[in-house]
């Protein structure tokens, strides 16, 4: 009797196996979904936006790399789930010595292949920024470092307002209210905050660059590599082709993608990005061989470039004082 009743029990689990493993594979899937969306934080891009009101007396690329850093770690695992960064202990292992080598990459062999593709009305006006930032002493080093770690903390301090268990949140109460329902899904007050802020800091960003735009001075260009608008354009448009079809390939086989949108947007997004800084890194290294001898020349002080009234004719002068 116990033989039939264990061989009957055997058949059963046995014929519901494959209902048993879909349904636990889709309600593990569906928490990891919903796991992503409460942790859901700023776009990486629109952090730099909290360091620009800071920037006196640091380093601005430091600060803004600083700014991004505790992301990294998702680039480099290409998910979006991973916050090896997001802690106080995980600023001085992670994000300092990676920022650091991005801040390095930077400076040395991103800079100028970077400065090719630009207008050239843009690039009169960031001539006193092409040299490298200089690494000498102990000062400098202690600069930088001291302008990544800023930037880094900058980075949890917005983080805190808007991630579930964020310091702030979990401070005030209030942050964890519902806001409003949308499609019987509520939307809480630090969720909001989040794509607020997203928004509001690519926005502001774009907004410091246009008020710099129009303040800066004109720089006579030095000697450099012509590229063509038609070439510019071709590399822009590979750069975002090699950058986002990679990535929604990649996000499409290893996430479920009609359980939650969003999390195929956040797998999506940290393997653009990932993909975005290959293809810039690989770029860098072309042009740095390709345009070797611009590459490792240094730019001297440009003087700038004025308008004057002669005649009721626009003239210009050079005037030979050097930039700050």
Not at 26 to 48: D, G, N, V
Not at 229 to 236: D, M, N, S, Y
Not at 276 to 282: H, S, Y
Request: glycine share 4%.
């Amino acid at each position: 009797m116990k033989f039939r009743q264990t061989a009957g029990i055997r058949v059963w689990l046995e014929s519901n196996y494959n209902t048993f493993s879909s349904s636990f594979n889709f309600t593990l899937s569906r928490y990891r979904s919903e796991r992503y969306l409460k942790s859901a934080m700023p776009l990486t891009i629109a952090h730099p936006a909290i360091v620009i009101p800071i920037r006196h007396r640091l380093v601005l690329s430091a600060l803004m790399i600083g700014s991004m850093a505790p992301d990294f770690s998702k680039i480099f695992s290409l998910s979006p789930r991973v916050t090896l960064g997001h802690s106080v202990p995980g600023v001085f292992w992670f994000c300092v010595p990676v920022g650091l080598i991005f801040f390095i990459l930077l400076q040395h062999l991103l800079k100028k292949p970077l400065f090719l593709l630009l207008p050239a009305n843009h690039q009169k006006r960031l001539v006193p920024w092409l040299n490298p930032f200089p690494l000498r002493t102990a000062a400098q080093w202690g600069l930088v470092i001291v302008s990544l770690i800023i930037g880094a903390f900058s980075h949890l301090f917005w983080d805190s307002f808007t991630h579930e268990h964020g310091w702030s949140v979990e401070a005030f109460p209030f942050l964890q209210s519902n806001l409003f329902t949308f499609h019987g899904r509520p939307f809480r007050i630090h969720e909001c905050l989040q794509h607020a802020s997203t928004v509001g800091g690519s926005i502001f960003l774009a907004a410091c660059y246009v008020r710099f735009y129009q303040k800066a001075s004109i720089h006579p260009l030095p000697s450099i590599p012509l590229i063509s608008v038609k070439v510019k354009l071709i590399l822009g448009c590979f750069f975002i082709a090699g950058a986002v079809f990679p990535a929604l390939i990649f996000a499409n086989t290893h996430t479920y993608r009609l359980i939650s949108w969003k999390f195929f947007a956040g797998r999506a997004a940290v393997a653009s990005m990932a993909f975005f800084c290959f293809e810039l890194i690989l770029f860098g290294i072309v042009c740095h061989f390709y345009f070797k001898k611009f590459s490792t020349a240094k730019v001297k002080k440009p003087g700038m470039i004025q308008p004057r009234m002669h005649t009721n004719n626009h003239e210009w002068e050079s005037n030979d004082e050097e930039c700050k």
